[in-house]
């Protein structure tokens, strides 16, 4: 079965330094792999996909992620945090074997400080 | 751009009442989903929905849920008669295609809460 792991819960970072969102995923099959975004009173926004091509993904705001096979991980960075990245951070994955319905992480909260 | 919109925002009912939930997908889209989200939880799969029919759903989709598309534009959840267990986040999804490379558009939710 599929499942999805973020190691942090919650994320504290300063305004202007790197950002690490950790994702580390099981599935049977060759995966697609997604974060997304939730801000308060929002729906949850796309960030960036993988789906078996290249294994460096960029996407919006900045945002990229990589998958590593060998680590089974899809970790999302960004050079530099900005105040509105400050959000719930959501790692999915969709398994061509599970049919068509996402697996989620439990989330990971991004603070970003002045 | 186009997006998935819910209605109503957040939803109080009494327990054993029924609740239906609201959800107008992207208009070009003919896939639509079904999540929710207890409190501190992760989001939960419920169901999926293509041609007017339920595609897949999860265990949590018991007798108690049901879907519907009434008409061209709204994607409906009923619960039929809600339980104190029932109170989630309820996200409504749709895609273009249902392929797992393919993404799901999210509505902002509905908070139901179940007295």
């Known amino acids: 079965a599929q499942s999805v792991t973020q190691l942090d819960s919650h994320v504290s970072v300063s305004e202007g330094t790197p950002v690490l969102l950790r994702c580390n995923y099981s599935?049977?099959?060759?995966?697609?792999l997604f974060w997304y975004v939730q801000h308060p009173n929002k729906g949850l926004q796309l960030l960036l996909k993988y789906t078996s091509a290249a294994t460096l993904v960029k996407g919006i705001n900045g945002f990229e992620a990589e998958f590593k096979k060998s680590e089974t991980s899809f970790h999302l960075t960004k050079p530099s945090a900005h105040m509105s990245d400050a959000a719930e951070y959501f790692c999915v994955v969709s398994d061509r074997g599970y049919g068509q319905n996402f697996v989620f992480g439990p989330g990971t909260r991004l603070s970003v400080l002045p | 751009e186009p997006e998935v919109t819910q209605t109503p925002s957040h939803q109080v009912t009494q327990m054993g009442q029924e609740v239906i939930l609201r959800c107008v997908p992207i208009s070009n889209h003919l896939y639509f989903y079904w999540y929710r989200q207890i409190l501190g939880q992760k989001v939960e799969f419920l169901v999926s929905f293509y041609n007017n029919e339920i595609s897949e759903k999860s265990e949590i989709f018991d007798d108690q849920f049901s879907v519907e598309r009434p008409d061209g534009s709204n994607f409906t959840l009923k619960i039929r008669s809600t339980k104190l267990e029932d109170s989630a986040m309820y996200f409504c999804a749709s895609s273009e295609v249902a392929a797992s490379s393919y993404e799901q558009y999210f509505g902002p939710g509905t908070r139901l809460t179940v007295t």
């Open positions: 599935s049977s099959y060759s995966p697609s």
